[in-house]
């Protein structure tokens, strides 16, 4: 069964202006890492912004920022200033045992000129 | 050149096949990873591995085996392919615990 789950399939969002993908998710592990990866046309899967669990500061990259909600197992992307390069499947993920990843089933982002 | 290689990018292929794709990283990462990606259902692993010695069932292994024939190379075979393995095939390497996962390009594998 999924545990990550990312309720948007697709959004958009106005070139300059900030949005939000969400994501939830459900783990038993005390210890665990989250992450959003970004997926453009060119199917590469590239590392957005990670987060460690136990710490409590929400972690930022440039105009990727997560706001993480331990208690409500919620990890939510915003990105601010769109561009067109934002456009691409954004994946929710953490880790298991071993490192293993458990992936959402993504959101698209569209991002309008 | 890239960290992390798959080949072929894409292949395609007739029900009953024998298959193999092929990872192979120059990041020195212990941790390897097979995971296939679904449209609406998003990577799932299918293998993984810690170590030359070390390889562990995903999620959905069940049609797939592996082989870890170096620190670096790590194959992925269907060994009778059918249609429904067609996917987006992701090989994956970390250093360990909790550190970002590394990804190949992908290889788009669709079986007739």
């Known amino acids: 069964a999924q545990t990550v789950t990312q309720s948007q399939p697709e959004m958009s969002v106005q070139e300059a202006e900030t949005v939000t993908l969400s994501c939830t998710y459900d783990?038993?592990?005390?210890?665990?890492?989250l992450f959003w990866y970004k997926q453009p046309p060119s199917r590469q899967m590239i590392l957005v912004i990670r987060q460690e669990a136990y710490k409590q500061q929400n972690a930022t990259e440039n105009r990727f920022s997560v706001n993480f909600q331990k208690a409500a197992k919620s990890f939510s992307l915003k990105i601010s200033d769109s561009q067109l390069g934002d456009a691409a499947m954004y994946f929710c993920?953490?880790?298991?045992?071993?490192?293993?990843?458990?992936f959402g089933a993504g959101t698209i982002l569209r991002v309008k000129s | 050149d890239a960290d992390v290689t798959q080949t072929p990018r894409n292949r395609i292929t007739k029900t009953g096949k024998r298959i193999m794709l092929e990872c192979s990283q120059t990041k020195g990462h212990d941790r390897m990873y097979w995971y296939r990606q679904d449209p609406g259902l998003g990577l799932r692993l299918i293998y993984y591995?810690?170590?030359?010695?070390?390889?562990n069932k995903g999620e959905i292994s069940d049609g797939y085996s592996v082989s870890r024939q170096a620190q670096a190379k790590f194959s992925l075979s269907l060994e009778s392919a059918i249609p429904n393995q067609t996917a987006l095939y992701f090989c994956?390497?970390?250093?360990?615990?909790?550190?970002?996962?590394?990804f190949g390009d992908g290889t788009r594998l669709s079986i007739l």
């Open positions: 994956a390497t970390s250093l360990h615990n909790n550190q970002p996962q590394h």
């Open positions: 591995s810690f170590d030359v010695k070390d390889i």
């Open positions: 783990t038993s592990e005390s210890d665990y890492y």
């Open positions: 993920a953490h880790t298991e045992y071993g490192n293993k990843l458990v």
